[in-house]
């Protein structure tokens, strides 16, 4: 088996903060990590989890539905923010969720208590030195014994080049106050700087970075590049900060982010000479990949955490993957007559007279690949994308992995074999790994329900929805917000249709089908 990472932009340049759900901060896929790392932090089906910096709950709110037999309480100083969030939470009936207006500065703070995960997304490098101590001061206080805290925050040194843009769309909205105009200027300058097309090397970069930003929503722009503060880090000076507050490092929250494949012999001895850390070598790769983000996770410094990955961990987990199967490539013609054969070489398969399945390839929409000639790696590939958008359980995709590799392969190495295969597609964004299922349903069933949170937020005007996945949902046409605010499980299609009309009942049943396949209909 062999896998491969895809180049795409990085999963924050498409985040629209502030407001709405980011997969990555999802308690059932912290806690999958920290147990690969040996801690035992609770279920987060039924863990206590604290949002710092909150905003209007929308990430919050998308977890809260997701686990309903979780608590959750948010924490924003912006008092309309948390307004907005609260009629939202009403709206959809969310009582499990609470949004409190407070300051950073003011933590740790007795009367909140302790807390299984503590989420703090887009905060600690928008926000002044006091109020970054506040925050971590808080995770300290309120993290149990062995929780997990997520803090993301603007990274160098991929940042300096985040800073010079900034530095100079600063400068051109320098007498500008009112938001939509400063965002109007921006786009203005942004749209110039592209357009000339200067030939140094260092002008094609600046070009580059700032076709990425014209791609960013107007919230995240103004969050991230217009903010009067925006303060990147080197990770070991982040790492110093949590150190202080005896926080540790436990890993990133995507694992992927810490993996060096392909990496060439130059490399490979530079690394293995470096100390035996985990701070200093996650240093030397945000100097490798150049960084510009990170979502770290953090625990106490005393939680027993444990390097070596436990692999016997992944038999506890759901799993889920988008990968589809790849068509096979066209065949090679035929060689000339008197040319000479290519002799298979190492990549290229076995040589002759070795029996093998053919090699299949799996991918998912982002590119990432893995390609495999195990019958039994197949058959739980094929399972996942059958399963998509729900999880499957371990057990069920051991028994068909066990069928494919039939009755002569001992039980023992198949499930051992099983493990090891998952855990690498895990780390290759391939699966991906987490403690609980959502609670959708896969079909729009006679009597289709949308999440109700989904409902509240295109009710409210939301230009995205959340799903149970925990990932944003845009709505498409005028239909389908239609369509949406009618599915609260009393209507069939006839109902549906009769309602909608004119629509065309096949275009009722697309907008039923993208809605199980997103995540958007409760199970």
């Known amino acids: 088996m062999s896998t491969r990472p895809a180049d795409h932009p990085h999963a924050y340049d498409a985040f629209a903060y502030p407001g709405y759900a980011y997969p990555a901060t999802h308690p059932a896929r912290l806690e999958a990590v920290a147990r690969l790392f040996g801690l035992t932090p609770a279920p987060a089906a039924a863990a206590r989890v604290l949002e710092l910096g909150c905003g209007d709950g929308g990430n919050l709110l998308s977890l809260a539905q997701a686990l309903p ?48 995960y503590i989420l703090s997304h887009g905060v600690y490098s ?26 993301s925050y603007n990274a160098y040194p991929g940042s300096h080049l985040r800073d010079m843009a900034r530095d100079i769309l600063g400068y051109h909205v320098r007498d500008t106050h009112d938001p939509q105009q400063r965002l109007a200027r921006a786009h203005e300058l942004m749209q110039t700087i592209v357009a000339i097309e ?72 530079l690394m293995a000479d470096l100390p035996d850390d985990v701070v200093v070598r996650e240093q030397y790769l945000d100097f490798f990949k150049n960084r510009m983000f ?36 066209e065949p090679e013609p035929e060689p000339e007559p008197g040319a000479q054969a290519q002799t298979p070489g190492p990549d290229q398969g076995p040589g002759e007279g070795i029996e093998t399945l053919d090699a299949e390839t799996f991918a998912t929409p982002e590119g990432f690949s893995m390609t495999t000639s195990e019958p039994l790696v197949r058959a739980a590939m094929h399972a996942l994308a ?3 958008p729900a999880t499957v359980d371990f057990p069920a995709l051991l028994a068909r992995a066990r069928d494919a590799a039939g009755p002569d392969a001992p039980s023992e190495l198949v499930t051992a074999r099983l493990r090891v295969v998952l855990l690498q597609a895990h780390l290759a964004r391939i699966v991906m790994l987490q403690s609980a299922p959502p609670p959708l349903s896969t079909e729009p069933g006679e ?4 999440s109700r949170l989904a409902r509240a937020q295109s009710a409210a005007g939301k230009p995205a929805v959340s799903s149970l996945l925990h990932a944003n949902v845009r709505l498409e046409g005028e239909l389908e917000p239609r369509v949406l605010a009618l599915l609260d499980g009393t209507r069939d299609r006839v109902a549906l249709v009769e309602e909608l009309a004119p629509a065309a009942p096949e275009e009722i049943d697309d907008a039923l089908g993208r809605f199980a396949g997103v995540g958007l209909l409760q199970g």
Not at 129 to 142: F, I, N, S, T, Y
Not at 245 to 263: G, I, P, Y
Not at 304 to 323: G, I, K, T, Y
């Open 294 to 329: 990170r979502q770290t996770l953090l625990c106490h410094a005393a939680a027993p955490v444990s390097r070596e990955l436990d692999e016997r961990q992944v038999e506890r987990f759901e799993v889920c993957s988008q990968a589809r199967a790849q068509e096979p490539p």
């Open 69 to 116: 037999g979780g608590s959750f309480v948010g924490i924003d100083a912006a008092d309309g923010a948390v307004a907005r969030g609260t009629e939202l939470a009403r709206a959809a009936g969310l009582e499990n969720v609470e949004l409190r207006v407070g300051n950073l500065e003011e933590l740790p703070d007795e009367r909140l208590g302790s807390f299984d």
């Open 386 to 388: 059958d399963a998509w």
């Open 126 to 151: 928008w926000i002044p030195p006091r109020a970054r101590v506040g925050l971590l001061a808080g995770v300290r206080r309120h993290l149990a014994d062995e929780g997990v805290a997520y803090v």
């Open 447 to 450: 009597r289709p329900l949308a």
């Open 198 to 269: 200067e030939p140094s090397p260092y002008a094609q970069v600046l070009r580059q970075h700032m076709e990425r930003m014209l791609r960013y929503s107007d919230a995240l722009l103004f969050h991230d590049d217009l903010a009067e503060i925006s303060t990147p880090f080197y990770f070991h000076e982040f790492m110093d900060h949590a150190n202080h507050h005896q926080l540790a490092f436990l890993s990133e929250a995507d694992l992927f982010e810490s993996q060096m494949r392909d990496v060439p012999d130059s490399a490979g001895r």
